[in-house]
């Protein structure tokens, strides 16, 4: 059937509109096509890589109880270095770094809790991996370092921890008061039953006044 001249003219102004902008309109199709497609498969990679950090640290836990300690630390590394942005690697970086520090080597155990440190999506890993750190610098005699890491404000279940080893601290800097203070507010937060809780007693008795 003919067109009428109104048809005609519409007709020919969306050939030249498409002659113009065409390639833009297929373009941005493509564009949005492969942009999804791309979501898609991001989303597909991170469920996967989900999928085998756990089952690395699964495996590092289950290895670490059985005491052995290679196939648990080998696991724990392969979780930092390839899944550092998932949420196991802070708790596999803690269990590397307790394993490192009962073994002795200790200069591996501070890299894997400052790395728990900075990758923690949990609050409780992070606070631990604070204690941890705070105790190794400790034990290194940098009291000062010690000191920085538990200036921040802890949990509940973390702050009886925190201010005995605080209150160790201060007594290395010979500042007798605020260790005392510091042993006190231990006991206080600490519960009845923990086994702390009678070394803080004797550390506080030791301090006299």
């Known amino acids: ?5 109104e048809e005609q003219e519409q007709l020919d102004e969306a050939k ?23 979501w898609r498969a991001w989303e597909t990679w991170q469920r996967n890589q989900a999928a085998e950090a756990s ?13 052995d300690l290679k196939t648990a630390k080998d696991a724990a590394g392969r979780i ?27 200069k591996s155990a501070r890299a894997q809790y400052e790395y728990a440190l900075e990758h923690a999506r949990d609050d409780g890993v992070r606070q631990m991996a604070r204690l941890r750190l705070a105790g190794l610098l400790f034990e290194q005699k940098d009291l000062p370092g010690a000191l920085k890491q538990l200036e921040a404000p802890f949990e509940p279940a973390f702050q009886g921890l925190a201010a005995q080893l605080k209150g160790d601290i201060l007594a290395g800097q010979g500042k007798v008061a605020d260790a005392r203070e510091a042993y006190k507010l231990a006991l206080e937060k600490l519960g009845d039953k923990s086994p702390i809780k009678p070394l803080v007693e004797i550390r506080l008795d030791g301090l006299g006044g």
């Not at 002659?19 to 791309?38: D, P, S, Y």
């Not at 089952?55 to 005491?67: S, W």
Request: no cysteine; net charge negative.
């Open 16 to 38: 030249v509109w498409w002659k113009q902008h065409g390639n833009k309109v297929i373009w941005g199709v493509t564009i949005f096509l492969l942009a999804v497609a791309g």
């Open 1 to 5: 059937m003919a067109l009428d001249l």
């Open 55 to 67: 089952m690395l640290f699964d495996q590092a836990v289950q290895a670490a109880g059985l005491n």
């Open 80 to 106: 930092m270095e390839n899944h550092s942005r998932s949420a196991y690697a802070a708790p596999a970086a803690w269990l590397a770094g307790h394993i490192n520090y009962e073994t002795g080597d200790i």
